[in-house]
């Protein structure tokens, strides 16, 4: 009964224009309705946390009702192995990123399963390990030492990484730079060093974030000031 709750509330809501968007993204699998992240998040909050419904959602073929899944999930109910499971339904560049924000992020054994995926065969997961850092490096219960080794790696891999963890790696650089004064010269030097990062987001005008810009801006000066 709650399962049709949502898939009413979702066809309610459906957007022509973004359905015709995600037509051009060519994601052949995935059905969508066409609503905005910032939408799927007010309709989460009318459906309310529920894990079970959360697993039953996550097997739909289907982009709104995944993210739906991934807001009204508990991180506390969610253990390693259906992390384990939901990681190869990401690999969608915009699904990952929320996937992580809104629940990897929370679950208690993220730093460890990260730590392990950075180092995977397996594109998505390195991605995704990489992603958390950009939050991890938020958390100031973690030493800055712990980011030396990883900005080492980035710095020697990331010019020939797989397109999306690129991303990942130069977005989790704009966040580990922001923790100090000696992190942010370390970030710099790595980017000095690598040079611009190209990303291919597909056919619109997005560009990887220039972290040295936003490491070297006005704020970050008087920060470490």
Known sequence: MIKLKVFNLLEENKNPRGIENWKKLNYQNWSSYGIGLTQLKKLAKQVGKNHELALELWKEPNYDIKVIS????????VNKIQIENMVNGTSMWIMSHIWVQNLFSKVSFAKELSESWRNSNDDVKRRIGYTYLYYLARDKKVLDDYFIPIMNHIKKEIQGE????????????LTIGQRSKELNMKCLEVCNSVGKIIVDYGENSCEAVDVVKHLTSERMLKKFK
């Open 70 to 77: 991934i807001l009204i999930e508990d991180p506390k109910k």
């Open 162 to 173: 797989e397109n999306f963890v690129k991303d990942a790696m130069n977005n989790s650089l």
